[in-house]
């Protein structure tokens, strides 16, 4: 299963080389994992309900192709892996039915008050993040990963760095 989102190059996104900056890139990623959020349950209703919220932890993004000012953008978002408290999305960019980028996300969910910390997600929107989740075998690798992005770590299973989140 896929969850897309789809847009349109605006003007401002435009730099001076003529084409979109990168960092719109980032940007058209961010709104395809709100709009992921939104279907599985971690909408603007459940964020001022319960105080939580989606952090980006980590993202790699390889750019393949310019795009111009008004290219239709569409954006296809896979569910590689869940577990209680992250999940792990791979994304494909495309414009005219060519892939322009390639991104992979690790997103964290996050209670912010008294003071951030990465907490369980509710069964509910795990449960949709699980179904969503496709699994690829070694001979159709995704494309275009640089350093990929894992949910593990070899000694401990989890990840934990100095005074991060999770």
């Not at 290219?71 to 569910?79: C, D, F, I, K, S």
């Not at 792990?88 to 690790?106: I, R, Y």
């Not at 997103?107 to 912010?112: G, P």
């Not at 069964?123 to 992005?149: G, M, N, T, V, Y």
Request: hydrophobic share 40%.
């Amino acid at each position: 299963m896929f969850f897309v989102y789809e847009t349109t190059v605006r003007p401002e996104w435009i730099d001076y080389n003529g084409h979109m900056r990168d960092s719109y890139y980032g940007l058209v990623f961010s709104l395809a994992v709100d709009a992921l959020q939104d279907e599985v349950g971690f909408d603007e209703a459940y964020r001022r309900a319960t105080g939580c919220t989606i952090y980006l932890v980590e993202d790699h993004k390889v750019y393949l192709k310019e795009v111009q000012e008004g290219a239709a953008l569409r954006v296809a978002t896979r569910v590689l892996d869940v577990d209680e408290k992250r999940f792990h999305l791979h994304m494909v960019m495309t414009s005219g039915g060519a892939e322009v980028c390639v991104g992979e996300f690790l997103e964290l969910h996050v209670q912010q008050t008294p003071s951030p910390r990465a907490v369980p997600m509710p069964e509910a929107a795990k449960s949709r993040l699980e179904a969503a989740r496709q699994a690829h075998d070694s001979e159709s690798p995704l494309p275009h990963r640089s350093r990929p992005i894992a949910m593990n770590t070899p000694s401990t299973g989890s990840m934990h760095r100095g005074g991060a989140l999770w």
